[in-house]
């Protein structure tokens, strides 16, 4: 299982970018997606997050600002992200929670690489 974001990148406070996240492999059936970040000397927070069936999940920073979506078709999850703060810098990671077989019963969290996203004041 490979999941790789793109997207990320140096944007000026009240600019937008567009996060995606593909997921490739043994990907029998990806459950839950999910957008977390980590910011230099914290803890890695949940920012977003989407069932198989389009329901969501959004931290209450980012409410109203961001977001997220998925092609279920394509295995690829977005994040929109609006109205950036330079307190959203952190680098951005892509999670699913997925089956990689038919006859795996035990869900696993896969996760990507990150992709920096930068807010300037």
């Known amino acids: 299982v490979r999941l790789v974001e793109s997207g990320g990148g140096l944007v000026q406070a009240g600019g937008s970018l567009r996060l995606s996240c593909a997921a490739s492999g043994s990907t029998f059936s990806i459950l839950v997606m999910g957008w977390y970040r980590q910011a230099p000397g914290k803890q890695r927070e949940l920012v977003a997050r989407i069932t198989s069936g389009g329901g969501t999940n959004y931290a209450d920073s980012v409410k109203g600002r961001f977001t997220i979506s998925r092609d279920n078709a394509k295995n690829t999850m977005y994040l929109q992200m609006n109205s950036l703060k330079p307190e959203d810098t952190a680098v951005y990671y892509c999670?699913?929670?997925?089956?990689?077989?038919?006859?795996?019963?035990?869900?696993?969290?896969?996760w990507g690489q990150g992709t920096q996203v930068t807010v300037s004041a």
């Open positions: 999670g699913a929670d997925l089956r990689s077989a038919w006859n795996d019963y035990a869900p696993q969290r896969y």
